[in-house]
């Protein structure tokens, strides 16, 4: 693991409780120095949110789910529907809020007190993740120059005229020149990770991108929207909802 920051976000009302998870993600911060950790502490879930849309979000959330106003899991599914896509860790001392808190897609729901060496294991599986996101990519070929686009920069790709249309975050695209093979070989490299999808013969999805799947259209978390056959959709609503079940198991 290593070489990109990757920013935590810790909320907790109680001052007690997120003092000591702050002191513990210093630990471990510390222990694991050849990583660039960033770390920031809110004591309610609105300042969250509001960090997260003026900064960009953040790549780890450490969640209290009891607290006033606006509690974990309603903070969690905020961020979910603003289009940000950050590892969610859980912690509170009740397990009746686990099924509710499934709808944030957390990545890990620990129990409180959460012992040193549990928390430590999460971290680990999380920024492992966090990292493994950031840096796989491909190259892609365009008119002018070969670029390279990162896996999680990518909503979705399509067949456009013998092209592939890679489309990104904001409406941005990038076009390839043509190609002279089938969509689906030319897609390999991203199919080959589990965060892709291929929707019928001409499109490539970010599973971990989409927001919603109806009957006739896949949404994406920033509004991006693509018709596809019911067919379609209902296979991709499948692999979408097997990709969050399995804790995003992509290779």
């Given at each position: 693991?290593?070489?990109?920051?990757?920013?935590?976000?810790?909320?907790?009302?109680?001052?007690?409780?997120?003092?000591?998870?702050?002191?513990?993600?210093?630990?471990?911060?510390?222990?694991?120095?050849?990583?660039?950790?960033?770390?920031?502490t809110f004591s309610n879930g609105e300042d969250v949110l509001e960090a997260a849309r003026k900064f960009g979000?953040?790549?780890?959330?450490?969640?209290?789910?009891?607290?006033?106003?606006?509690?974990?899991?309603?903070?969690?599914?905020?961020?979910?529907?603003?289009?940000?896509?950050?590892?969610?860790?859980?912690?509170?001392?009740?397990?009746?809020?686990?099924?509710?808190?499934?709808?944030?897609?957390?990545?890990?729901?620990?129990?409180?007190?959460?012992?040193?060496?549990?928390?430590?294991?999460?971290?680990?599986?999380?920024?492992?993740?966090?990292?493994?996101?950031?840096?796989?990519?491909?190259?892609?070929?365009?008119?002018?120059?070969?670029?390279?686009?990162?896996?999680?920069?990518?909503?979705?790709?399509?067949?456009?005229?013998?092209?592939?249309?890679?489309?990104?975050?904001?409406?941005?695209?990038?076009?390839?020149?043509?190609?002279?093979?089938?969509?689906?070989?030319?897609?390999?490299?991203?199919?080959?990770?589990?965060?892709?999808?291929?929707?019928?013969?001409?499109?490539?999805?970010?599973?971990?991108?989409?927001?919603?799947?109806?009957?006739?259209?896949?949404?994406?978390?920033?509004?991006?929207?693509?018709?596809?056959?019911?067919?379609?959709?209902?296979?991709?609503?499948?692999?979408?909802?097997?990709?969050?079940?399995?804790?995003?198991?992509?290779?």
């Open positions: 693991m290593g070489g990109s920051t990757v920013k935590i976000a810790i909320c907790d009302d109680e001052t007690l409780c997120q003092k000591q998870i702050l002191n513990l993600a210093k630990e471990y911060a510390q222990k694991n120095n050849y990583l660039d950790l960033s770390i920031s979000g953040f790549e780890l959330y450490i969640l209290d789910i009891l607290m006033p106003g606006m509690d974990g899991v309603t903070l969690g599914k905020a961020l979910r529907e603003a289009g940000f896509d950050g590892k969610i860790i859980y912690l509170t001392s009740s397990e009746e809020y686990v099924f509710d808190s499934f709808q944030a897609r957390p990545f890990d729901y620990l129990l409180k007190p959460t012992p040193k060496e549990t928390l430590f294991q999460t971290l680990d599986e999380a920024i492992r993740a966090v990292l493994r996101q950031k840096e796989k990519g491909v190259i892609v070929r365009t008119r002018d120059s070969s670029i390279r686009l990162s896996f999680d920069s990518i909503l979705y790709a399509e067949l456009c005229q013998r092209s592939v249309v890679y489309h990104l975050p904001g409406g941005k695209t990038v076009e390839t020149v043509q190609i002279r093979t089938a969509f689906s070989d030319a897609m390999q490299e991203l199919l080959q990770d589990g965060r892709f999808v291929l929707c019928g013969k001409s499109v490539a999805a970010n599973l971990h991108h989409i927001a919603m799947v109806a009957k006739d259209a896949v949404v994406f978390q920033d509004g991006a929207k693509v018709y596809l056959s019911k067919k379609a959709c209902a296979e991709v609503r499948s692999a979408w909802s097997d990709f969050w079940l399995n804790e995003e198991g992509y290779t």
